[in-house]
């Protein structure tokens, strides 16, 4: 038990660590258990991706999962990442009735739902649109200037016949023209879109209608095309901008396409479930230190230098105040982790030799990234999510060892351990990059800081948790 919270918070003061430090791993179209998903982002996939993301509301921390259960009767499999309250049941029946129904034709049909539900998480998608396309908006000029348009306009903007007429009455434009023009629909309709008000539906429609034009766009797709030749930061806005343009559009098109799959493949209804009850994991709360720099001194190895002192004052301003305000951790199993172990066991049917997809309401950590490829190396499986922003997240809970398939290494979890290492690994390669006139600890120093964590002090900084671990996992 010591063990075990002795790690958990051990983990979780290292993540909290590489938040702060801003810390991201970003892959492009790499899915987690994957070398690459840029071709593999199938059907399946997508249409779980959906279902996840129809039942976010956009409270704070809130995370779900999907995934398909073919043993027997194709079941669907839903995980969350917090207790599972009775509104989420209905809110599951609410929208299985609204794509199954035989009034309902497309997404518009199913956005009175969508907005009760998911509106803040809506409004949020919508909002950080809003920033990314703002943002390249003022970039056009710069753009432009190393960019030849063709003399069509039909060529620059494919499929925007509808668009031009209503926009122009069949005057002729320049693609330029059309462009500027094109941003600020999109940004003026995001920035009156609210999901309360009598418009919103209509708001979204619009959206519906100018986002595939700008993702379609010859300028959009040369400048994808041209990544090698951008600076660092011109690449990740223009990453940024395609990524908020997919989560709007997922609301809109993706349920199209939940529509049509729930038509063909579940004529009957959709049969569905909750993961079952999983015990012996690291959830918890944890208290960290008061003081970051002890933190930061046993992640280093030793006391801070002055440089490094300096570097934290003049880099990471406010990382004292952050620090204290989020010491409170209270970590939890996620919900794709959920979905791997509920879909385990030692005699699982499931087909491996092929790909099992996860759904996610949003992209998997840096340790749900890590946990997944670990269990895919060790058992042989071939569990996928889409993506991963690489972010650390101190709330992610060790799975422990109590669940079917869990192999033991010293007496904790083998991909447990794998996850640790790998959070070590980037700590300590985060630190040599933001302070690289720190040095290297001794080997004494780093008996030291392992020694902490193995001290009555350490235990002193658990024992604030160690009443609730009890009771989480008993």
């Known amino acids: 038990m010591a063990d075990n919270l002795e790690g958990q918070s051990r983990l979780s003061e290292q993540l909290q660590l590489l938040d702060q430090f801003g810390y991201s791993n970003i892959e492009r179209f790499v899915g987690v258990g994957q070398h690459s998903n840029k071709n593999m982002r199938n059907r399946t996939i997508r249409i779980l991706e959906t279902i996840a993301a129809a039942l976010t509301t956009g409270n704070p921390g809130e995370v779900f999962a999907a995934a398909f259960d073919s043993r027997n009767t194709l079941t669907l499999v839903l995980a969350k990442n917090d207790c599972v309250t009775d509104e989420d049941n209905r809110a599951v029946r609410r929208l299985f009735n609204a794509i199954t129904a035989p009034e309902t034709q497309d997404a518009y049909d199913v956005l009175p739902f969508l907005l009760s539900r998911c509106g803040r998480n809506m409004e949020k998608r919508v909002t950080k649109m809003h920033d990314a396309v703002t943002a390249f908006s003022h970039d056009l000029d710069m753009v432009l200037r190393d960019y030849q348009p063709l003399d069509s306009i039909e060529d620059e903007f494919p499929k925007s016949e509808v668009y031009r007429e209503k926009k122009y009455g069949g005057k002729r434009i320049s693609s330029t023209q059309m462009m500027r023009d094109l941003l600020a629909d999109i940004t003026r309709t995001a920035r009156d879109f609210n999901s309360q008000s009598l418009s919103a539906k209509d708001l979204y429609e619009d959206l519906a209608v100018y986002i595939p034009i700008l993702k379609r766009s010859r300028l959009l797709r040369s400048l994808s095309e041209a990544t090698d030749s951008m600076d660092l930061d011109r690449e990740l806005e223009l990453e940024r901008l395609k990524h908020r343009l997919e989560k709007v559009s997922q609301y809109y098109y993706g349920i199209n396409s939940l529509i049509r799959y729930a038509r063909r493949y579940f004529p009957q209804g959709i049969n569905h479930r909750w993961v079952g009850a ?44 952050m620090w204290r305000s989020r010491r409170s951790v209270k970590t939890k199993l996620h919900a794709e982790i959920q979905i791997v172990l509920d879909l385990s066991s030692p005699l699982d049917t499931l087909d491996h030799e092929h790909q099992q997809s996860i759904g996610c309401g949003k992209r998997s950590c840096l340790c749900c990234t890590l946990w997944i490829r670990a269990y895919n190396r060790t058992f042989d499986t071939q569990w996928l999510t889409s993506a991963s922003h690489g972010g650390a997240d101190a709330t992610w809970a060790f799975t422990g060892c109590s669940y079917a398939r869990a192999k033991v290494e010293g007496k904790r979890s ?61």
């Open 278 to 321: 999983i015990s012996g994991t690291g959830g918890t709360t944890i208290v960290l230190d008061d003081d970051y720099l002890e933190a930061v001194s046993r992640a280093l190895g030793s006391r801070p230098s002055e440089d490094t002192l300096a570097t934290l004052r003049t880099e990471f301003p406010k990382v004292e105040e």
């Open 414 to 474: 083998a991909i447990d351990k794998a996850v640790m290492r790998g959070v070590e690994t980037r700590l300590s390669n985060t630190l040599d990059s933001l302070f690289p006139d720190q040095g290297r600890p001794s080997d004494e120093a780093d008996s030291e800081s392992e020694m902490w964590w193995s001290s009555g002090a350490a235990s002193r900084v658990m024992s604030r948790a160690r009443g609730k671990y009890e009771d989480d996992v008993s």
